[in-house]
């Protein structure tokens, strides 16, 4: 019998209910809905979006937010690039400074060459050669473990990669203000966001496309039945040019849930059985 103790430690493996009582292992868990942002949420604040727009990949956010998210990138982008001129000046600073040591050194050993040349051979051995400045043998090494002695490294400044501030969602990609996309949702009389043409709630796995023109939303069965036939908005009659002329907003998790860059996971990753 392999359970004959009082723990059921007597297999090569531990069963589940062992793992419960030591608490130890890997431990995967089901994400619900509550993980995941609503459709009409700022990726940035995590909140109802407030005058939200949306970027040309269709993430949608907060004006205030993503105002605020790309100016601070633009000042980084700034700060790095002087950050990085002032290290490439101190580096051709360096070697001026050794060429002329090197220009210095130079001078000195022909001058010493030429002194010593136009003496005759007795006033050679009478006088003495030029005497340099030699270094101290009590020089003391550096050593790690004295701060005041130790070396100190390098500083290497890296170039910016990064010449565009970038939207800040699963996948960073190249944004611009110029190219904000203000969303305009159709509400019911009970305050709810809906489609103005088959007037359905959306709900988060509704597929929602935004017109780039004006901004009205519309779900994407409508889409595909009025809009890319008639090739104008159903709300405001605006011209759409056809498929390029709207955005597909995305619905993804929370800054808890979909961080990391990671946008695929399979079911078993996230722990789902069968």
């Known amino acids: 019998m392999s359970r004959h103790s009082k723990n059921n430690t007597a297999k090569g493996y531990f069963t589940y209910a062992e793992r419960q009582m030591l608490d130890y292992g890997s431990k995967n868990q089901r994400i619900g809905s509550d993980s995941k942002r609503d459709f009409d949420c700022c990726y940035l604040c995590l909140q109802k979006a407030r005058i939200p727009v949306c970027c040309l990949k269709g993430?949608?956010?907060?004006?205030?937010?993503?105002?605020?998210?790309?100016?601070?990138?633009?000042?980084?982008?700034?700060?790095?690039?002087k950050n990085y001129k002032e290290y490439l000046e101190t580096l051709?600073?360096?070697?001026?400074?050794?060429?002329?040591?090197?220009?210095?050194?130079?001078?000195?050993q022909f001058i010493e060459r030429e002194t010593l040349g136009t003496r005759s051979r007795t006033d050679t051995k009478q006088s003495k050669p030029y005497d340099r400045p030699t270094q101290s043998s009590d020089k003391k090494l550096a050593s790690f473990w004295v701060p005041s002695m130790s070396t100190e490294a390098e500083k290497k400044v890296k170039?910016?990669?990064?010449?565009l501030p970038q939207c800040l969602e699963s996948t960073p990609h190249p944004i611009k203000i110029k190219n904000l996309v203000p969303v305009n949702f159709s509400h019911s009389k009970n305050n709810e966001k809906i489609c103005p043409s088959c007037t359905k709630?959306?709900?988060?796995?509704?597929?929602?496309?935004?017109?780039?023109?004006?901004?009205?939303?519309?779900?994407?069965?409508?889409?595909?039945?009025?809009?890319?036939?008639e090739k104008k908005c159903f709300t405001c009659s605006e011209a759409v040019k056809?498929?390029?002329?709207?955005?597909?907003?995305?619905?993804?998790?929370?800054?808890?849930?979909?961080?990391?860059?990671?946008?695929q996971v399979s079911k078993?990753?996230?722990g789902f059985l069968g």
């Open 59 to 81: 993430h949608l956010s907060c004006k205030e937010c993503i105002y605020e998210s790309i100016l601070s990138q633009k000042a980084n982008i700034i700060r790095l690039e």
């Open 268 to 270: 078993y990753d996230l």
């Open 242 to 263: 056809g498929e390029n002329g709207a955005i597909l907003l995305q619905s993804e998790g929370t800054g808890y849930s979909g961080g990391g860059g990671i946008t």
């Open 159 to 163: 170039k910016p990669e990064k010449e």
């Open 92 to 108: 051709a600073a360096g070697k001026k400074d050794e060429e002329k040591q090197l220009q210095l050194v130079n001078k000195i």
């Open 201 to 229: 709630t959306f709900q988060n796995g509704s597929k929602i496309k935004v017109m780039k023109k004006c901004g009205h939303c519309i779900c994407d069965s409508c889409w595909q039945k009025f809009v890319e036939y």
